[in-house]
């Protein structure tokens, strides 16, 4: 199970700091993605990150902006979110990726209750 937490209200131009916490599975055998809905929306990828750290993928939307990293001796990674926009709002969910494109949420399990970013502009 992945949790993800972190969330909050913010201005525009903040920053948040959002973890996701595993338990119950081998972490460092995972890639691990995170994604965001926003009300009316499909969930989308922000971010995604390889087992070991090697390879990270940003999302064009926030590129620039956000930093993903992980530790898997805390078995935790974390999503820096900078110069938030007003339409970064969403709930943020972390998942296990399980193969194939890492942009489908299809393609990822042991999903989590998420968190809620919202940015005031």
Not at 72 to 92: I, R
Request: charged share 15%; proline share 2%; with cysteine.
């Amino acid at each position: 199970q992945l949790q993800a937490s972190g969330g909050g209200l913010v201005q525009a131009g903040g920053s948040l700091r959002l973890s996701c916490a595993a338990s119950g599975l081998t972490f460092d055998d995972y890639a691990i993605g995170w994604f965001r809905q926003a009300p009316g929306k499909e969930r989308e990828a922000v971010s995604c990150i390889s087992s070991r750290g090697h390879s990270t993928y940003l999302a064009d939307s926030v590129k620039g902006r956000f930093t993903i990293s992980r530790d898997n001796a805390k078995n935790t990674v974390n999503l820096q979110m900078n110069s938030l926009k007003h339409e970064d709002t969403a709930v943020y969910y972390c998942a296990a990726f399980r193969g194939g494109r890492y942009y489908d949420p299809n393609n990822y399990n042991y999903w989590g209750q998420g968190t809620q970013v919202t940015v005031s502009s």
